[in-house]
């Protein structure tokens, strides 16, 4: 594509989504899938559903040791107030169904009965979070989850790299011990999703507006998210969010790094294809997250209700909206 004066240019360098990483040898040991058929009717698998997501997480969250102390959780969500309790709400919100404002943008739509399923779902699933969860900023799931005190956790894809790493999994009993599978549904999200719903994440390598000399950058920026060089970052350093599909399609991308499976090249691209979507585009956007990110653990510490935060919400992005709409 040639450079035409004029125009703002940027390319994406990669994109990320969440999956779902678990512990293979929780979910192959013959005893707990004894067990949980038993309980549940059916066998123990990577959830498909957010009603599995959550049978899973209470089934896994027990006392390993017998010191009386819970010791392994279900699962492991970032909450902490701000952008990782904002990025978990919206990830409900979109999972069951609901979304932020009308398709106009021009006004809430969080009267719906689906963010309060959405908010009394994660409330239930905090039960089997450690209680340090509502604390952790992005990536500090990475941790625990390596140590084994996690049996699942939602995660950036890019970071499941990180499990491959004996620096990171120190044990050796549980050193390729991790898979990964797509973001479970909600069933009766009515819009016909056969996965949870994530904002897009990444990132975009931009030609600047005071550049000197744009076709050489251009023609840099092209170079540089090319496929060669793209496939030289995944040899050399292992980073896997390369934003070329052609690259995943290469047979030989399961050379480039242990975490290359088959499984998660699958995983990957289908969560870009069907998990991920764009942010909310609205003027006060800022304004709105940061709201979000506040109510979100109200109702997970008990200072509010579902039904009285998603009241609350809508009335504030209404509120946003009006607001930024006049200046």
């Given at each position: ?16 989504t ?86 106009d ?15 009394k ?32 956790a ?81 040899k ?17 991308v ?20 069907n ?50 709409a006049?200046?």
């Amino acid at each position: 594509m040639p450079f035409e004066p004029g125009n703002w240019y940027g390319l994406p360098s990669h994109v990320d989504t969440r999956a779902i990483v678990y512990r293979k040898d929780l979910f192959e040991d013959p005893a707990n899938r004894a067990e949980f058929y038993n309980t549940y009717g059916y066998e123990l698998r990577p959830p498909k559903t957010t009603t599995e997501w959550l049978q899973i997480a209470k089934f896994f969250t027990r006392d390993t040791d017998g010191d009386g102390n819970v010791d392994q959780w279900g699962t492991g969500v970032t909450q902490r107030t701000g952008a990782p309790a904002h990025a978990w709400l919206l990830l409900n919100i979109w999972t069951f169904g609901a979304e932020v404002t009308t398709p106009d943008y021009q006004s809430s739509a969080l009267d719906d009965a689906r963010v309060v399923e959405a908010l009394k779902w994660s409330k239930e699933m905090l039960k089997y979070n450690p209680e340090a969860a509502m604390t952790w900023e992005f990536y500090q799931e990475i941790a625990p989850l390596a140590g084994g005190q996690l049996a699942t956790a939602p995660i950036y894809d890019s970071w499941y790299a990180n499990l491959f790493d004996p620096s990171v999994v120190t044990k050796p009993e549980l050193r390729g011990q991790f898979g990964i599978s797509v973001l479970p549904a909600y069933p009766l999200n009515a819009r016909g999703y056969t996965t949870g719903k994530f904002q897009a994440s990444g990132g975009i390598i931009n030609m600047s507006a005071h550049s000197r000399n744009k076709e050489a950058t251009w023609e840099f920026m092209k170079w540089l998210l090319g496929k060669k060089q793209m496939s030289r970052v995944l040899k050399e350093r292992g980073v896997a969010a390369m934003s070329r599909k052609s690259i995943w399609e290469d047979p030989n991308v399961a050379t480039y790094h242990p975490s290359f499976t088959d499984e998660y090249i699958r995983v990957h691209l289908d969560s870009v294809a069907n998990v991920n979507r764009a942010s909310i585009k609205v003027p006060g956007l800022s304004a709105i997250l940061e709201m979000l990110g506040q109510v979100y653990p109200d109702v997970m510490l008990g200072s509010t209700t579902p039904e009285d935060a998603t009241e609350h919400m809508h009335a504030e992005v209404n509120r946003i909206l009006k607001e930024y709409a006049s200046e």
